[in-house]
C-alpha cells in the first residue's frame, strides 16, 4: 500500500507500507532462504544485519562453527570467503557461535562456546572476523579467545560491545554441582580487562543451584544489566526469570533491588532466554512459562529500573502468550523504534512439527491486533523442524534465523514485513530520518543529534555506491541509477530510501 502526503513544502514524501507480518517476496524465495554449510546438522543461532547492508548469520555445522553471509536478497555474498560460507574450528568438538556484534570498524565479535584443544572442557569462545570472512589475527591469540573461568566448564550466550571498545562476554560456568552466572570483560585486543572484578571475570549465585545469563544490554551510564534464569532452592527443580545489574567495575549493583539480583516466576516455571532495554531504562525479558494445566506459552516480563515489575505491563508486569496448544518458546527479543516489541522463537504446532512463530506486542504488553492474525505470525518450510532461534531488524522488515529440516539440518532465514514507513528511524542510538524520500538528486539526514560521521549508502546487492564523512550537509545521490538503496551512518543502523 502507499500513502501520499502532499503538503505546503516545496518536497512530498511517500511512505511505503507493508502489511505487518507477511512475508517479503523481494528476500530470497517468496520471503525465504535456506542454505546448506554441511552435509548435516547446520543451526542458525545467530543473525546480524552489518552496516553495509549485508545479513551475517552465524552458528554451528557438524560441531564446527559456521558464518553464512549473505547481500540484502538474500543471496549468498561470494565476497565473504570466496563463497559467502565459513568454517571454523575452534577446538576439538562442539563449536558453536551464540551472538554477533559488530564494531564500528566494520570487524565482527563472534562469541559462543567450543570444546577447547585437550578435547573435554567446554570454554567461552571469541573470535573476531573481518568483513570478508576472513579471522583478525590482531585479535586475542590468531583471532581467537578461549575463557575457562578455572572450572570445568564454561559457556557464552550473549555478548555485549562498550563504547570504548571492549567486550562483554555472559553465560554460566561450573561449579561445585552447581552452574554459576559468569560475566567477563574484554580489552579491544582480546585481553583480559583487569579493572573489572580485578582479573576480568565475575561470577554471581543466587541459590547455588543452575544458574546462567542469556541476555545482556548496557545502559548509558555504564551499568550491564544481564538475564537469564536460576532453579530454586531446597531441593525444588522450579526455574524462574533472574535478572542482575553490575556497576561498571563488575561488582552488583546495590541499587538494583536492595542487593542487585531480582528473580521471580512468570506463572509457574520460567526460563528467561534474551532482553532488551527500552530508552526509559525499562527492562524487558523474554522467554517461555509453564502454564498450570498446559505446556510452556510466549512468556515476557518487564521491570523499572530499580527492579521492581512494571504493573502497566501485561498483568502485573507480566504477559503469557499461547501461540499453539503444545510448546511456544520465545529465544530472542527485538525493539522496533515504535517501541512495539517482538517475541522470536518457535511453537509446536503438532506432535512432530515446530515452525518459526513472531508475536508483536504494543508498548502496554498486549499483543498488537495489526501484526499477522492478531498479532501472532507463524512460518513452516515444509519440513518437520522449523525452529527460529535469532532475529534482527532490517530496516521496514524482522529477519529471523534458525534451522529447516528437510533430510538434513540447513541454516533457514525469514523476512517478515514490519510495516514500518521508509523514512522512520531505524536505529538504536539515535533517531535518523531521510528526507525526501524518494529523492530525485539530494537527500538530508533529519536526526535530534546528527554530528558529522562517516557513511556509506549501498544498493540492493550490498555494493557500495557512495560513502563521505560528513553528513551534516547535502548529500548528492544525482548519480545513483533509480532504485532502492541503503544508507549506513556510523553509529545507526541502515536506512532505507528510494531514488527515483
Request: charged letters at 15%; one cysteine or more; hydrophobic letters at 40%.
Amino acid at each position: 500500500m502507499k500513502k501520499i502526503l502532499i503538503g505546503v513544502a516545496t518536497f512530498f514524501t511517500i511512505t511505503i507500507m507493508a502489511q505487518p507480518g507477511t512475508l517479503d517476496s523481494n528476500f530470497g524465495v517468496n520471503g525465504k532462504v535456506t542454505t546448506p554449510i554441511g552435509t548435516a546438522n547446520d543451526y542458525c543461532s545467530a543473525i546480524l544485519k552489518l552496516s553495509t547492508g549485508k545479513i551475517l548469520a552465524a552458528g554451528s555445522t557438524t560441531s564446527t562453527m559456521a558464518f553464512a553471509c549473505y547481500n540484502p536478497d538474500g543471496t549468498l555474498d561470494l565476497s565473504f570467503n570466496g563463497t559467502g560460507i565459513m568454517n571454523y574450528d575452534f577446538g576439538a568438538g562442539n563449536d558453536k557461535i551464540n551472538k554477533l556484534v559488530e564494531q564500528p570498524d566494520g570487524k565482527i565479535i563472534a562469541a559462543g562456546d567450543a570444546i577447547d584443544a585437550i578435547g573435554t572442557v567446554n570454554t567461552m569462545a571469541v573470535m573476531r572476523i573481518n568483513p570478508d570472512g576472513t579471522i583478525d589475527n590482531s585479535f586475542g591469540t590468531a583471532g581467537i579467545v578461549n575463557i575457562h573461568f578455572n572450572t570445568e566448564e564454561s559457556r557464552c550466550n550473549a555478548v555485549l560491545l562498550q563504547p570504548d571498545g571492549k567486550i562483554v562476554l555472559g553465560g554460566m560456568t561450573e561449579g561445585v554441582s552447581i552452574y554459576k552466572m559468569a560475566i567477563a570483560r574484554l580489552n579491544p585486543d582480546g585481553t583480559f580487562d583487569t579493572s573489572f572484578s580485578n582479573d576480568g571475570m565475575q561470577t554471581t549465585v543466587f541459590f547455588n543451584r543452575s544458574e546462567y545469563i542469556t541476555g545482556m544490554a548496557l545502559q548509558p551510564d555504564g551499568k550491564i544489566v544481564a538475564s537469564g534464569g536460576t532453579i530454586l532452592s531446597g531441593g525444588s527443580n522450579q526455574a524462574n526469570f533472574a535478572v542482575v545489574r553490575y556497576l561498571s567495575d563488575g561488582t552488583l549493583d546495590t541499587t538494583f533491588s536492595d542487593d542487585g539480583r531480582v528473580n521471580f516466576f512468570p506463572v509457574g516455571s520460567g526460563v528467561g532466554r534474551d532482553m532488551l532495554l527500552q530508552p526509559d531504562g525499562k527492562i524487558v525479558i523474554g522467554g517461555y512459562a509453564a502454564i498450570v494445566g498446559s505446556a510452556q506459552d510466549f512468556a515476557l516480563a518487564r521491570l523499572l529500573s530499580d527492579g521492581t515489575l512494571d504493573t502497566t505491563f501485561g498483568t502485573a508486569g507480566i504477559m503469557t502468550t499461547p501461540v499453539s496448544t503444545a510448546n511456544d518458546w520465545i529465544f530472542t527479543l527485538q525493539l522496533q523504534p515504535d517501541g512495539k516489541i517482538l517475541g522470536i522463537g518457535d511453537a509446536l504446532i503438532t506432535a512432530t512439527s515446530y515452525d518459526f512463530a513472531v508475536a508483536r506486542y504494543l508498548s502496554d504488553g498486549t499483543l498488537d491486533s495489526s501484526f499477522g492474525t492478531n498479532g501472532i505470525v507463524t512460518t513452516d518450510f515444509s519440513a518437520l523442524l522449523d525452529r527460529g532461534f535469532c532475529g534482527t531488524i532490517d530496516g521496514d522488515g524482522l529477519l529471523v534465523g534458525g534451522v529447516s529440516t528437510q533430510g538434513t539440518e540447513d541454516f533457514a532465514l525469514v523476512r517478515y514485513e514490519l510495516g514500518i514507513a521508509l523514512g522512520t528511524t531505524d536505529n538504536t542510538f539515535q533517531q535518523l530520518d531521510i528526507v525526501p524520500n524518494p529523492a530525485t538528486s539530494f537527500i538530508t539526514l533529519r536526526s535530534k543529534s546528527v554530528t558529522p560521521i562517516a557513511y556509506t549508502i549501498t544498493d540492493t546487492t550490498g555494493k557500495k555506491v557512495l560513502s563521505g564523512v560528513n553528513a551534516t550537509e547535502r548529500i548528492d545521490v544525482s548519480s545513483l541509477p533509480a532504485g532502492l538503496y541503503f544508507f549506513n551512518g556510523e553509529g545507526y543502523r541502515s536506512v532505507k530510501f528510494i531514488r527515483n
